[in-house]
Nanobody, 114 residues
Framework: QVQLVESGGGLVEPGGSLRLSCAAS????????MGWYRQVEGKEREVVAR???????AYDISVKGRFTISRDNQKSTLYLQMNSLKPEDTAVYYC????????WGQGTQVTVSS
C-alpha cells in the first residue's frame, strides 16, 4: 500500500513562496489521480490542487494562478509550488489521491504571517 510523507512547510511572510513535497512509498503512484489538500483547525479538509496520471491539472479558485501542482512519477513524488502566499493559505497541507484511498500522512504546516 502507498504511504505518503509530506514536507517543505514552514513560516513565510505574505507574498513569499514555499515548495511542498509528498513522497510516496509503495507501488502504483504513477497511475493515481493525486491532489493536495489543506485543513484549517476546526474546518474540513479541502482539496486545492489536483493532477491526473497524464499530468492534467486543476485548481481551486482560491489558489489558481498562485499554486502549481506537479508530479515526478520516476521519483514517486508530488509537488506543490506556492507563490504569492496569503495569510488565508495558513493550514496543514496533505497529499492523497482524489478517492482518499491511502492512509493520511502527518501533513506539513504552512504558516503565512508577518
Amino acid at each position: 500500500q502507498v504511504q505518503l510523507v509530506e514536507s517543505g512547510g514552514g513560516l513565510v511572510e505574505p507574498g513569499g513562496s514555499l515548495r511542498l513535497s509528498c513522497a510516496a512509498s509503495g507501488s502504483g503512484f504513477s497511475g493515481y489521480y493525486m491532489g493536495w489538500y489543506r485543513q484549517v483547525e476546526g474546518k474540513e479538509r479541502e482539496v486545492v490542487a489536483r493532477i491526473t496520471a497524464l499530468q492534467t491539472t486543476a485548481y481551486d479558485i482560491s489558489v489558481k494562478g498562485r499554486f502549481t501542482i506537479s508530479r515526478d512519477n520516476q521519483k514517486s513524488t508530488l509537488y506543490l509550488q506556492m507563490n504569492s502566499l496569503k495569510p488565508e493559505d495558513t493550514a496543514v497541507y496533505y497529499c492523497n489521491d482524489l478517492s482518499q484511498t491511502f492512509p493520511w500522512g502527518q501533513g506539513t504546516q504552512v504558516t503565512v504571517s508577518s
